[in-house]
Structures are given as structure tokens and as C-alpha cells.
């Protein structure tokens, strides 16, 4: 090979896209602000399923004759109802308050009817005593009728004065007719002779008429106990082997059960 002779053997210049671009970058992608970047992601479209084709229905059998309960013919026939007994007089209570005529409804919390104002008459006749004013004798001159003498009750007399002191119900000019005057007088420190005072109520000389005397129990001067005396006798102690067990057998069980023994020969 002469020298200085050009080696384009590793020369890629000629091939598009064979040599880095350090300078030029270039791209598909669409124009956007980096600050508020808008991507186009991918997107699937989804395809709803498709239905079978009906073909026919496996469980009816309309077609088979006699296949089905025969129609009842009394579900069509309206019947009332049996424990209704609103259209009979006298089997309901009555409402408390009757609705009244040319009104809206009974409101139990309800008072305007009380407490509405309502304007007054012109004619202002006290019902209990009514006066009339009628026309009189003489032309354009009235009179007034209706009113009855002493129909009226008479006046309450006048509050006595204040100032004015009432000695009615003073009892000081009686004697022993104030508070705290018991034992005071003639016969206040008086003793009287034992002759005098009354015997009526006194039951010392009966005997059992005092409080405490009634008696629980008979009364008695022993004073053992029965459950630490050995020597007490109580009922049906000498039939028993041991006196002092009331649960022993007796004599003539002990006589019975040796008897017994000996004809079985094992005594």
C-alpha cells in the first residue's frame, strides 16, 4: 500500500444517522410548557361483550298442555274484609271534640280562637242585666229600660283604717285567757288528799293486768340441760342399749336380731 494513500475503511460519514449529532437534537413529540406539560398517554378502548343468541327458554313449558296448576277461579272474586265494622252504628267511640262547622281542623294547641282580638260591639249591655234604650214617648227623645231595682248586691264596706286599733279579739282584761298562765291562781299549788285522786285506771291490786306479765311458756324450777346431764330422763331412754345415744337400738331389736342369729348359727 503507497503511503499517504486515504483509508476510508472506518469512515461512516457518508451513512445517515451513523455519526452522534451533539449540537442538533431533534424530536417527535409535540410542543408543550414544561411548566404545565399535557401528555397524550395511551388510551385502551374497551368493546362490550356480546350477548348469547336466545335460542329458547330450557325451563318453560307453557306448551305442555296440563303442565300448570289450573287458574283459581274464586282469586278473582273481591271479598270485604271480615273484622272491619266501620259501616255499623255504634261500634266506634266518638271523637272527644266535634269539628265544627266552617272550621279548618281541631288543633288541641291551638288558642287563637281564645286569644285573638276581636273587635268590640258598639251595643255594651251586661248580658246579666241587660239595659235596653229604646225609643220614648215623646218624639226623638230615648229612655232606657230593663234595669231592676235591687237587682244588684250592695256595696262592701269600706277597709277599716289602718291607724285605727280594734279591741275585739283583746283578752287581757281575762283572766287566765293569755298563753303561759297554766298553774297560776288559787288552785295552782293545791295538793289534793288521796281519797281525791281517781282510782279508775289503776290495776295494781289485778294480778296479770301489767305490761310484761303475759307468760311464753309454763313455768318450771329446772334448770339442767338435757344435752350435758347424763342423768336426764327423757322419753324412751331405758328401752335404748345406750341411754345416752338417742339414735341406739333398743332392747327388744338387740333380743329380735340375737334370735335371728342363732337359728342362721352364725351368732
Known sequence: MPLYKPDNILNVSDIEGARPQCVKFTTTRQSTDPLNPQYKLTQVETRPATPPRFIRDQMAHDDIEKSQPSKDRHASIKTRETMNITDIEGTRAKPRHQERKRSPGFDSFNYSDV??????????????????????EEWGKSET?????????ARMPSPPNKNKQTNSLWTKDIQGAQTETRGLGVFANVSRRDGQRSTGLNTDDIEGAKVGTLLKGPKTTRTSNPL?????????????????????????DQQREDKKKLRTGTL
Do not use: W
Request: proline share 11%.
Open 228 to 252: 350435758d346431764n347424763e342423768d336426764y330422763q327423757y322419753p324412751g331412754r331405758s328401752e335404748l342399749l345406750d341411754g345416752n345415744n338417742p339414735f341406739s337400738m333398743t332392747r327388744t
Open 145 to 153: 229600660i230593663g234595669e231592676v231595682h235591687g237587682a244588684k248586691p
Open 115 to 136: 286569644t285573638k282580638t276581636v273587635k268590640p260591639s258598639n251595643r255594651c249591655s251586661n248580658p246579666l242585666n241587660p239595659v235596653y234604650e229604646v225609643q220614648g
